[in-house]
């Protein structure tokens, strides 16, 4: 499977495709940047599915647009620091338009920039929400 930057993976196989590429980025370290929604909701599914055998770090922000400002951004930033994220880490921006955007904007300004994938769990988010100029640049795939 050849995967670029920028590459949006759907169907059955997306967790195994998922796992791959995680594989082949072999990261330091893996966030999980989530919502309480997100986290209550749709992280068990995340937890069965997710077939990377090393261990992630959740990291929740409050819920909502009214937090989508460098306040929670900031917050991230001191956090992934806090935790020990590197150049090679990884963060996985797993939510709605509002973690995607903030994850992306964060992933791709924190030690100039580092991987992030993206796994949209709004309708929004799946088909609107883009990775790229409004998050910064970087370098992640949906
Ligand atoms: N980057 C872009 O090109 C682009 C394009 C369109 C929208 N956006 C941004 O996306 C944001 C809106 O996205 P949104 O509508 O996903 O809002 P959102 O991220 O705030 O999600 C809406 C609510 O639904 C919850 N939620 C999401 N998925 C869920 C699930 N599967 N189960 C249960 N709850 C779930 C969230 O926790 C939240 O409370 C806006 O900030 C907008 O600016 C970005």
Redesign the pocket.
């Known amino acids: 499977m050849t995967v670029e930057k920028g590459s949006v993976l759907l169907n059955e196989n997306a967790w195994k495709n998922l796992t791959l590429i995680v594989n082949k980025l072999a990261p330091s370290r893996i966030f999980v940047i989530v ?4 986290e209550n ?2 992280f068990p599914h995340f937890a069965t599915k997710f077939g990377i055998k090393m261990s992630y770090q959740t990291i929740r922000i409050p ?3 009214k937090h ?1 400002n460098i306040h929670t951004c900031l917050y991230l930033w001191e956090t992934l620091s806090r935790k020990g994220a590197d150049r090679n880490s990884l963060i996985i921006n797993f ?7 903030l994850g ?1 904007f964060v992933a791709s300004t924190y030690m100039r920039g580092i991987p992030f994938i993206n796994i ?3 309708l ?2 799946m088909v ?4 790229g100029g ?2 910064g640049g970087g370098c992640g795939c949906n």
Not at 35 to 38: A, G, P, Q
Request: charged share 25%; hydrophobic share 30%.
């Open positions: 919502d309480e929604n997100i909701y749709c819920l909502g647009e989508k939510g709605g338009g509002v973690i995607t955007d992306g949209p769990t709004s929004l988010a609107d929400a883009s990775v409004k998050t």
